[in-house]
């Protein structure tokens, strides 16, 4: 099956930095991607939803200038995390789409911001 | 999207059947059903999707009476790799549409 990819698995950093979270497709291209935020023993929340060459559509309560999305390319997608913030720590996944059949997940980043 | 319930816990042992159900009474005609399997620490996993009856792949069936305001879930004999969370979906064709996870099943195979 379809392959996605997000680097890196995992990463710690400082509070008032920025943090970069990259999805590929490895396999296929995909002209949308979503991205999702999942917190500890809750469900993934949708974020925002990434189409490329154009800008993200962000879910309401989830703050763009925050949370920059770049879909530069068919496979590449990418999460920043602008001045993160202790309350930024989660589990971000993102899901690419091939046609019009099932969404392919990533791994998951998980993000600890100190 | 037509919002879904799941009870959010079931307990089985090793072996045994195990079906979770799903509610989705407002679900709209063009609607599918479509279940993940999510271990922690990674991205959900495709199980199964279906619009409607009975569907049947290696991993689970998925069975959807008439009126489709439900479905159910069937994993064949569990084993402890089979502890996770299982979330029903339900949508038009999981394709360029986002998804809306409910709360999702914690199964929990004992051994």
């Known amino acids: 099956g379809a392959v996605v990819s997000q680097h890196p698995s995992w990463v710690i950093c400082k509070s008032g930095t920025s943090v970069k979270i990259e999805c590929r497709s490895l396999?296929?291209?995909?002209?949308?991607m979503f991205w999702y935020r999942q917190f500890p023993k809750q469900s993934l929340m949708l974020m925002a939803t990434?189409?490329?060459?154009?800008?993200?559509?962000?879910e309401q309560g989830v703050e763009k200038d925050k949370f920059l999305i770049n879909h530069a390319s068919l496979t590449l997608s990418t999460l920043t995390v602008t001045s993160a913030h202790p309350e930024d720590s989660s589990f971000y996944i993102c899901?690419?789409?091939?046609?019009?059949?099932?969404?392919?997940f990533g791994p998951g980043t998980r993000l600890t911001v100190l | 999207l037509a919002k879904t319930t799941q009870p959010i816990s079931m307990d089985s042992y090793e072996g045994q059947e195990v079906n979770i159900t799903c509610s989705h009474n407002?679900?709209?005609?063009?609607?599918?059903i479509t279940w993940y399997q999510q271990f922690p620490s990674q991205g959900p996993r495709f199980i199964i999707q279906?619009?409607?009856t009975k569907v049947t792949n290696e991993v689970a069936s998925l069975f959807i009476p008439a009126d489709r305001k439900s479905s159910t879930l069937s994993l064949p004999r569990v084993s402890l790799s089979d502890t996770a969370v299982y979330y029903c979906?339900?949508?038009?064709?999981?394709?360029?549409?986002?998804?809306?996870f409910g709360t999702g099943t914690r199964l929990t195979v004992i051994p």
């Open positions: 899901s690419a789409v091939q046609g019009y059949n099932e969404q392919f």
């Open positions: 990434s189409n490329e060459g154009s800008k993200a559509t962000y």
């Open positions: 407002n679900i709209a005609t063009n609607d599918y």
């Open positions: 979906l339900v949508g038009p064709q999981a394709g360029a549409n986002n998804l809306f």
């Open positions: 396999d296929f291209q995909a002209t949308t």
């Open positions: 279906g619009y409607k």
